[in-house]
């Protein structure tokens, strides 16, 4: 539990006091609860949602956003922003992630903000309240199943490093699990989107390794928030064409 809760006052603003001192060992075996964060994250989002149920989708939609970035600090945004801002560059692999280092945001990035809180709008609108609450829980499965599968793109030590070099099958495998009880206890019909989103994953795993030759903490963020943004439109879908 005293893991889980690191993990918890890390990635979450939520007002976490860990009393003993916090190693680094135990900061980074914390973070194979990614997953139970992003149940945390979800059942807050879904708690909104549910007093919210009477009131104007598009209000509703607009407070879960600002909601989802106020419980996460942006964290995974901004990587989401820094990838983009190096991949679309079309530079070298060097020049590549000394872009994504950059604290300034580029065109690219920027772009790819606007895009993608316009999807989180957009989609809060049309979701029920399970997917809100499994969305997150997905995308922290696809930074387990991402970060497992490869290696750091970076020499030397980093957040993103320490990350790649804890999460194995062990951690992708409790991922998987955890996420597929959670989708057993609403509806299996959200396996659909789930698939979709690991291979998304796989996707993108052998797309940073061609272009980065790995990794980093920028591109598992950006797995976070692509996978979220994905389930929630095919969640959407499914149950437009199947549901």
């Keep these: 539990m005293r893991k889980f809760f690191i993990a918890l006052s890390f990635y979450t603003r939520l007002p976490i006091q860990i009393k003993s001192e916090v190693s680094e060992e135990d900061f980074y075996s914390s973070m194979k609860f990614l997953p139970v964060v992003g149940l945390v994250i979800g059942l807050v989002l879904y708690a909104l ?3 919210l149920k009477d ?8 407070l879960l956003v600002f909601l989802y970035i106020w419980l996460t600090g942006g964290l995974h945004i901004d990587g989401f922003m820094d990838t983009l801002d190096g991949v679309l560059s079309n530079r070298s692999r060097e020049e590549t992630l000394e872009i994504m280092k950059d604290s300034r945001v580029g065109a690219f990035g920027a772009i790819g903000l606007l ?11 049309f979701v029920d309240g399970y997917a809100i609450i499994i969305a ?8 387990l199943f991402s970060a497992s599968f490869s290696e750091s793109a970076r020499k030397g030590n980093s ?4 990350f790649m070099e804890r999460m194995g099958r062990k951690e992708r495998v409790f991922g998987l699990i955890f996420s597929t009880i959670i989708i057993l206890l609403f ?9 979709l989103c690991i291979l998304m994953s796989a996707y993108f795993i052998k797309y940073f390794k061609n272009i980065l030759g790995g990794m980093t903490g920028d591109t598992v963020g950006m797995m976070i928030e692509l ?4 389930f929630l439109f095919a969640s959407y879908l ?3 064409f199947v549901g």
């Design 136 to 143: 997150p829980i997905i995308g922290r499965t696809g930074a």
């Design 115 to 125: 895009l993608l809180v316009l999807g989180y709008f957009i989609s809060y609108q």
């Design 238 to 240: 499914t149950w437009y």
């Design 55 to 62: 009131v104007e989708g598009q209000v509703s939609a607009f």
């Design 159 to 162: 957040l993103g490093k320490g």
């Design 227 to 230: 996978n979220q943004i994905v």
């Design 49 to 51: 949602w549910y007093l």
């Design 187 to 195: 509806d299996f019909l959200y396996f659909i989107p789930f698939v």
